[in-house]
């Protein structure tokens, strides 16, 4: 009878599935779980510049990181009564986290995992010489300045929103939430200090919503250990924060870095699924955007053999621009492209 089964070609086909099943097992059982280091923030040890500085904890290529941030104002403006004039520095930094084995010329890759909203409220203001439409040192104009003003934004986790609450009347509206980090970057290159309200070319205050859950960020590595920050938790923004703030909130923040050895960039990118995009951060404006789009047209010759002129061509076609802020003293544009208009990946 045994014999008999054994025969059926039914049978020959299970069994030859089953043993499949049990090797493919065994080959995944094999792959080493990636390393989960944490770090839980000192604020002793909050930075208020993109610099070389002591790291507060090694990674290495491969490393999934945990750890968390506070808000753009170090978590000390909680209750209405509560003024700008409590903010003891802009943006404080977690970190910096060095890369072991990462060197000028180098490329840090960041795959943010996941980001969670470290509060039941955020914060928004209105700054005085601050912001894209009211007087700053840029535009300076004889009228008097803004006054100062703060909106809390109550969050609802089981639905996902945050709610505006009027000032000035009894409106209210619900906003979805797109947590995304505000600040994440390197050291920048020849050892300069860069305060944390700046994007650069280091990354920096790039207030990008790109920079959220599922997407891969690179940076040019400037200096060993690539020395990378995080911080500025964003809770949702609309397109150039124009105001000067976004949904601000400390953040629970997981992501792995890995290193892409000898592949130099000279500017932020972000990658997902659906696109490749380029990092511009410049004033004026246009310049931001001829930066954005000169990076994309490289990329795009570079890793996907396409020359830079039919690169700029297609990109005439089929790119797309986001200004993701224009309050900073550079702003930032992010240009990109969806993969189904490339051709494949070098």
């Known amino acids: 009878m045994a014999a008999a089964m054994l025969d059926c070609p039914a049978m020959s086909r299970i069994a030859v599935a089953i043993t499949t099943f049990l090797l493919s097992c065994a080959c995944v059982a094999q792959i080493p779980a990636a390393n989960v280091v944490r770090y839980t923030l000192d604020e002793s040890k909050l930075k208020f510049v993109f610099a070389t500085s002591e790291p507060v904890l090694h990674l290495k ?3 999934i990181l945990e750890t968390n941030t506070v808000d753009c104002f170090g978590n000390v403006i909680k209750k209405p009564g509560d003024t700008l004039s409590m903010v003891k520095g802009d943006n404080p930094l977690t970190g910096p986290f060095y890369i072991d084995g990462a060197e000028p010329g180098d490329t840090l890759a960041v795959k943010i995992l996941d980001l969670k909203v470290d509060s039941n409220q955020g914060v928004g203001t209105i700054a005085q010489g601050f912001g894209a439409i009211n007087r700053t040192n840029y535009t300076p104009m004889l009228n008097a300045p803004i006054g100062e003003k703060i909106w809390f934004y109550p ?9 505006f609450k009027a000032l000035d009347s009894k409106f209210s509206v619900k906003i979805p939430l797109h947590p995304f980090l505000g600040c994440i970057g390197v050291a920048p290159a020849g050892a300069e200090a ?3 309200i700046v994007p650069a070319e280091f990354g920096g205050n790039m207030d990008s919503p790109e920079a959220s859950a599922g997407n891969t960020v690179y940076f040019p590595v400037n ?3 690539a020395l990378l920050f995080v911080g500025d938790g964003h809770a949702a923004m609309g397109d150039g924060e124009i105001g000067g703030t976004a949904i601000e909130v400390p953040m629970k923040v997981r992501l792995q870095v890995q290193l892409i050895k000898a592949k130099k960039i000279a500017w932020p990118r972000f990658e997902n699924d659906e696109y490749i995009m380029a990092v511009g951060a410049y004033r004026p404006l246009d310049d931001a955007l001829r930066i954005a789009y000169t990076e994309l047209v490289g990329w795009m010759h570079s890793d996907y053999n396409m020359s830079e002129m039919d690169a700029y061509q297609l990109l005439s076609q089929v790119g797309e621009v986001k200004l993701n802020e224009m309050v900073d003293p550079n702003y930032v544009i992010v240009a990109k ?3 189904k208009y490339l051709p494949p990946h070098k």
């Open 61 to 63: 290529p491969g490393d």
């Open 194 to 196: 860069r305060s944390s």
């Open 223 to 225: 200096t060993r250990g």
């Open 155 to 163: 969050i609802d986790h089981a639905t996902n929103t945050a709610s």
């Open 337 to 339: 492209i969806k993969k």
